[in-house]
């Protein structure tokens, strides 16, 4: 077996330092804009992930497509390493400096370039976020659903291949990038696709970078569908004597072909936190939170067929959310379900990990992992977004207790070799970052790692963009 990195020790590298003359060159160009502070570079090398901070040796804030270009063809020049940053909400140790370098924070290029509402397309510089975007385009009467959760950017969203809660109805970024402007390894600016819904011209290189985690170059612009807005919505709430009967409910709804837009798990751990953390008061059950987007009757009708089969599984105590108010309440409590579970241990760490299977290969997925984590006396709780075979698996671990972390990376195996088994991935949204590195290995296989590293090692020979994650060199 492939063993994933044990007990979340970061592998022995070299660090590749940054010259003195680099640097003096990055902060003639970048001002202030270029920090060396330990506090920043700190913040810089973490992510939402168990891992301790690696900081990068400098933080360069960049505003433009020139800034990155400069910063990267230095950097090539050196050899230095480069780790693009966008809020930092990453999950597997994407934004580690393992190999030194410097650290891209795109944050500030947050410009809303063009949007093109007649071809419902928007093209955005990387830093802008999904919510800044929706809030950006709401009088054109769309909106872009990928929402992953955290507000994170729509170039780190574009990097790790981030889906969500409505990626059931609208698929996941993959989908929804139409282009993208790139700044190679070597610091060359490349521009990749069209605002075009296909094109059969050459390599798809679009969804190359899509998903590559920053091992491959810096995405700065992205051009993204967009959709109109539904003329109806509604959220509803139903929860369950088990976790077992929820997931058949949605099970038997995918498999009816019914178009909902969410469907969300959540059991009665991660309940219970929300209801504490957001003052909500839902029954402490296994729960599904469901939205259904259309017209008016579509909508009925949809919810309708919902109720009717989570009634045959037991389901009850639907409640409706039809309000942009009341859904939004709903929706803040499932986005805040990481921040309300931590503080139920307080000074814990979590670790969460996510794997997807085959819708019809669900149920047994997340017993089986359910039994383990209940058997192992560590606190969990689970949410998912199981209308696409998709869930996360959290456990609260004391920091400083190694037995605890050793249990917890073991469930971890477990849980993804039972995905593997079943005809699914390592990992529906996380990426694969630092910690999942051998999960790669035993899921697409050597040979196939390896026509990776061939891709790598053409677009990156100096091994800068990114070094040190989702497979070794």
Not at 225 to 243: Q, R
Not at 302 to 312: F, G, K, L, M, N
Not at 379 to 385: A, F, K, L, T
């Amino acid at each position: 077996m492939n063993a994933p990195l044990p007990g979340y020790v970061l592998p022995p590298v070299e660090a590749r330092a940054v010259p003195a003359e680099m640097l003096a060159a990055l902060k003639a160009r970048f001002g202030e804009r270029c920090s060396t502070a330990l506090a920043v570079r700190e913040q810089h090398g973490r992510g939402e992930s168990v891992y301790d901070a690696a900081p990068p040796e400098a933080v360069l804030y960049c505003e433009s497509n020139e800034d990155v270009v400069f910063a990267v063809q230095l950097a090539h020049e050196h050899a230095v390493p480069v780790i693009p940053f966008g809020v930092g909400s990453s999950l597997e140790g994407h934004l580690l400096a393992v190999q030194g370098g410097i650290s891209l924070d795109l944050s500030r290029m947050t410009k809303i370039l063009a949007v093109h509402a007649e071809d419902l397309t928007v093209t955005v510089q990387a830093g802008v976020t999904r919510e800044q975007l929706n809030r950006e385009i709401r009088d054109t009467g769309l909106f872009f659903p990928i929402d992953p959760g955290a507000n994170a950017s729509l170039g780190g969203m574009a990097a790790t291949r981030a889906s969500g809660t409505n990626a059931v109805r609208y698929g996941t970024m993959r989908e929804n990038v139409l282009g993208l402007t790139v700044v190679t390894a070597s610091g060359e600016l490349v521009h990749t696709g069209t605002r075009a819904r296909k094109s059969s011209a050459g390599y798809d290189l679009t969804r190359l970078f899509v998903g590559s985690e920053g091992t491959l170059g810096v995405m700065t612009e992205i051009t993204l569908k967009l959709y109109p807005l539904p003329e109806a919505v509604s959220a509803a709430v139903c929860h369950f004597p088990s976790i077992d009967a929820a997931v058949r409910t949605t099970i038997q709804v995918i498999q009816m072909g019914v178009p909902i837009a969410r469907c969300e798990l959540l059991d009665a751990h991660a309940i219970r936190a929300v209801n504490r953390h957001s003052r909500l008061t839902l029954a402490e059950q296994p729960t599904l939170l469901m939205e259904f987007h259309g017209s008016e009757a579509g909508v009925q009708e949809q919810a309708e067929t919902v109720q009717a089969i989570a009634a045959e599984f037991g389901g009850g105590g639907f409640e409706w959310a039809t309000t942009p108010e009341a859904r939004s309440k709903l929706w803040a409590a499932r986005h805040q379900a990481y921040f309300a579970a931590l503080q139920m241990r307080p000074g814990c760490r979590c670790q969460s990990s996510d794997t997807c299977v085959p819708i019809s290969r669900l149920a047994e997925s997340i017993n089986e992992s359910v039994a383990e984590a209940e058997a192992s006396g560590i606190p969990y709780w689970i949410v998912g977004h199981v209308g696409d075979g998709n869930f996360h698996l959290s456990y609260l671990m004391d920091p400083d207790d190694p037995a605890e972390h050793a249990a917890v990376e073991r469930l971890n195996v477990q849980m993804v070799e039972r995905a593997l088994r079943l005809g699914g991935t390592c990992t529906g949204e996380h990426g694969i970052g630092l910690h999942k590195m051998g999960y790669l290995v035993q899921e697409a296989g050597e040979a196939t790692v390896a026509l990776m590293r061939s891709v790598k090692q053409a677009l990156d020979p100096k091994n800068i963009m990114n070094p040190g994650k989702v497979f070794r060199l």
